[in-house]
């Protein structure tokens, strides 16, 4: 069984990141320090238009509001400790935190833009059995504010050749479910007009499927894109890879997306890894599409990225082709995913547990 998330998983012992302040949170802070509401513009304005890295340059500010805000909260930048280049463009950052945890975030390059991945919390206590960032278990949730710096840092990069990160998919190290109440700041401060202004269907969010918070994710509204880690046609199977699903069973899950769907009148994402001789099969893509031929969603095919310190195999590229033509015959919408960054670790996790490892030695 999954354990419970303790406090100081939650709560870490850490200076608040000013990144983690909503607009209107910002101004209670002012007005509580009886400083005029107003400033709270100006201070985004200084945070997320010109990106600046210490309240000192916030030269339109008072030098008491500055000192206040140096005394409050946390502004400097994620320590880019290794970056990685791929041949097809792709950046793997490695960043450290304040209290020396390290995480990742990854820019792609496509044609219609640049999407960013990131990271929601220190590790993951989920333990599905491909997956690297699982390896160490959870060390705790990150603070909206340190995934919105992770945007901020990835800009600051981008700035040098005026491009933009145009779009961001919440799949890095985490679920990001387990650290709701981040993740929902995150969301509002990347979209606010006077935040990062990145529009709500550019924004994508994935998760192994935690029940409660699909239902809750469903009632906030957002346009947001929503991606769910399948992996399995059938309970069994998908208990093997992903133990979050002997909390929340394969019928309950397919419920709450039945309810997501209704509630907000979008399609979802299915992503489906294929792990060799595991969950490939003709006879498996047959019953993928009897699971979801009533939902309305596009499936997303993943070729098995391999882990060292997992032992699942890929699956073949015809047996691939195969199961995709067997999904999109039985009327199903599927698509294969385009690799990125193959050479560079890129896969969530595969660069910090190979960091964690040249620690330890
Ligand atoms: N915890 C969330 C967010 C992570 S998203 C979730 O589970 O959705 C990262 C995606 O990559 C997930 O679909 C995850 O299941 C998948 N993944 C992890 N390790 C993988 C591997 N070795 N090969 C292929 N996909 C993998």
Request: glycine share 6%; with cysteine; charged share 25%.
């Amino acid at each position: 069984m999954l354990k419970p998330l303790t406090e100081k998983q939650t709560k870490p012992n850490i200076k608040p990141s000013i990144f983690s302040l909503e607009l209107h949170e910002l101004e209670a802070w002012l007005t509580d320090i009886r400083e005029p509401k107003f400033r709270g513009k100006q201070i985004f304005e200084w945070l997320y238009k010109k990106r600046v890295s210490s309240f000192e340059e916030m030269t339109n500010l008072p030098l008491g509001l500055r000192e206040k805000l140096e005394r409050d909260y946390y502004i400097k930048p994620l320590k880019e400790v290794v970056r990685q280049e791929s041949s097809d463009g792709t950046i793997k950052f490695l960043f450290e935190l304040q209290d020396g945890y390290s995480i990742e975030t990854v820019l792609m390059r496509h044609e219609y833009g640049n999407s960013i991945c990131v990271t929601t919390q220190v590790g993951c206590r989920l333990g599905c059995t491909f997956c690297a960032s699982t390896l160490g278990g959870l060390k705790r949730n990150l603070q909206a504010g340190e995934i919105v710096a992770q945007v901020l840092q990835v800009q600051r990069a981008l700035d040098e050749t005026d491009e933009r990160v145009s779009s961001v998919v919440v799949m890095g190290i985490g679920e990001p479910f387990d650290n709701y109440e981040g993740l929902m700041s995150f969301l509002k401060i990347i979209n606010h007009d006077q935040g990062l202004n990145i529009g709500a269907r550019h924004i994508t969010i994935s998760t192994s499927g935690v029940v409660p918070y699909i239902y809750k994710f469903a009632d906030e509204g957002m346009q947001i894109n929503f991606a769910i880690s399948l992996h399995a046609p059938n309970t069994e199977t998908r208990s093997r890879l992903m133990p979050v699903n002997r909390m929340y069973p394969l019928n309950e899950l397919m419920d709450s997306i039945r309810y997501y769907i209704k509630k907000t009148g979008r399609r979802v994402t299915f992503e489906y890894g294929l792990f060799g001789k595991v969950n490939d099969s003709v006879d498996h893509a047959n019953e993928l599409a009897d699971l979801i031929k009533d939902i309305k969603c596009h499936v997303n095919l993943i070729p098995v990225n391999y882990v060292p310190e997992r032992d699942y195999v890929r699956t073949p590229k015809t047996q691939i082709f195969k199961f995709l033509e067997t999904l999109t015959s039985r009327g199903i919408n599927a698509t294969i995913r385009r690799e990125q960054g193959h050479d560079i670790d890129a896969a969530c996790g595969q660069l910090r547990a190979k960091e964690r490892k040249e620690e330890t030695r």
